[in-house]
């Protein structure tokens, strides 16, 4: 099956620090997402992204699909920041599940 | 923004009783899924769910395991007699296509704690 790799698997930063977060893969995609996980557990959906770049506010997501990785960038970072984020694909011969990276913890200091 | 909702946020229950966890998929998706994440671990698929009936489930879902669509709104995912290591987090998503695939939401989660 496929392989999801994400880099670095800790991260800590003073708040206003900008960050670029890394998941590659072993397999063409079709479906790749970027979720947060906060303190409290709870999922939160960044960006639906199987190519190309998107932005939100202060988070912005490429992915380049031919080269099989994906980026997140964060810029002027927040203690509301801190929390997992996971990549999670899907891919040609399984576009039923989403694969999951062990995730990126990440620590924003005041 | 419509959004995928869970019930309860957090479930505690004695080993070997049944628990049944509760999602609301955004109404005009057709595509539902659960998943689980024990304590420090990657998040791990469980089954999903077309057209009233299981498309794929993984090895975790044995016959402990049950999901069920019993009206237009509910998603229920019922595990029969808990132990200690069904403690996890439980995730429902939907979506509303698979072919080609479309983004899947997420719910907020029920933290399960089996005591």
């Known amino acids: 099956g496929i392989q999801v790799e994400q880099s670095p698997p800790d991260l800590i930063l003073q708040e206003g620090a900008n960050s670029t977060l890394r998941c590659n893969f072993s397999?063409?995609?079709?479906?790749l997402q970027w979720f947060h996980q906060n303190p409290w557990g709870q999922l939160i959906n960044l960006f639906y992204i199987p190519s190309g770049t998107k932005q939100n506010g202060r988070l912005s997501a490429t992915t380049v699909a031919t080269e099989r990785y994906s980026l997140l960038y964060i810029s002027s970072s927040q203690t509301t920041d801190s929390g997992v984020y996971f990549c999670a694909l899907g891919y040609a011969g399984n576009n039923r599940k989403l694969i999951w990276g062990l995730g990126t913890s990440l620590a924003v200091n005041p | 923004e419509p959004e995928v909702t869970q019930t309860p946020s957090h479930q505690v229950t004695q080993m070997g009783q049944e628990v049944i966890l509760r999602c609301v998929p955004i109404s005009n998706h057709l595509y539902f899924y659960w998943y689980r994440q024990i304590l420090g671990q990657k998040v791990e698929f469980l089954v999903s769910f077309y057209n009233n009936e299981i498309s794929e489930k993984s090895e975790i879902f044995d016959d402990q395991f049950s999901v069920e669509r019993p009206d237009g709104s509910n998603f229920t995912l019922k595990i029969r007699s808990t132990k200690l290591e069904d403690s996890a987090m439980y995730f429902c998503a939907s979506r509303t296509r698979e072919r080609p695939p479309t983004e899947a939401f997420f719910g907020q989660g029920t933290r399960l704690t089996v005591v």
């Open positions: 397999d063409s995609v079709n479906n």
